[in-house]
């Protein structure tokens, strides 16, 4: 695939998801049937729209946040990513009112990446170290 997968995480992370994000970018970049699991969404997140919606949650809840790649692997099909998410709290974010705490989440995410988009993602992370400074880990 000769980095084609690596290119497209890239822009992932530093362009649809650090602030301050831009939404369009996911269309040039994912799948309109793209597939997210995630610690946080227990019925997963379905196509490019609700894919969208998961990602204007974080730009209000966490408006200078930083996702930064600490490792990245691309073999086949597949990339894999380590990445640290930085930010702090100044929006609603998963029904939490803004607390000013500041987050650091580490974790790992698993692209599939099928005719030049992004096709699925699986995301690897502690929820607890997002939840926790937000009130909502129990």
Same mark, same amino acid.
């Given at each position: 695939?000769?980095?084609? !997968?690596?290119?497209?995480?890239?822009?992932?992370?530093?362009?649809?998801?650090?602030?301050?994000?831009?939404?369009?970018? #996911?269309? *040039?970049?994912? #799948?309109?049937?793209?597939?997210?699991?995630?610690?946080?969404?227990?019925?997963?997140?379905?196509?490019?729209?609700?894919?969208? @919606? =998961?990602?204007?949650?974080?730009?209000? !809840? =966490?408006?200078? *946040?930083?996702?930064?790649?600490? $490792?990245?692997? @691309?073999? $086949?099909?597949?990339?894999?990513?380590?990445?640290?998410?930085?930010?702090?709290?100044?929006?609603?974010?998963?029904?939490?009112?803004?607390? !000013?705490?500041?987050?650091?989440?580490? !974790?790992?995410?698993? =692209?599939?990446?099928? $005719?030049?988009?992004?096709?699925?993602?699986?995301?690897? =992370? $502690?929820?607890?170290?997002?939840?926790?400074?937000?009130?909502?880990?129990?």
């Amino acid at each position: 695939m000769s980095e084609e !997968g690596t290119k497209l995480v890239h822009t992932y992370y530093e362009e649809f998801l650090t602030a301050p994000g831009n939404l369009q970018v #996911a269309d *040039r970049i994912m #799948a309109p049937d793209v597939i997210f699991d995630n610690p946080i969404s227990p019925n997963g997140i379905h196509g490019l729209p609700a894919y969208k @919606e =998961f990602a204007l949650r974080w730009y209000g !809840g =966490f408006p200078d *946040r930083v996702f930064t790649i600490d $490792d990245l692997l @691309e073999q $086949d099909d597949k990339v894999a990513a380590a990445f640290t998410i930085t930010g702090t709290h100044q929006g609603v974010f998963m029904g939490a009112a803004p607390t !000013g705490q500041h987050i650091e989440v580490r !974790g790992m995410n698993i =692209f599939r990446i099928e $005719d030049g988009l992004i096709k699925e993602v699986t995301a690897y =992370f $502690d929820p607890r170290q997002l939840l926790a400074p937000l009130g909502l880990a129990g």
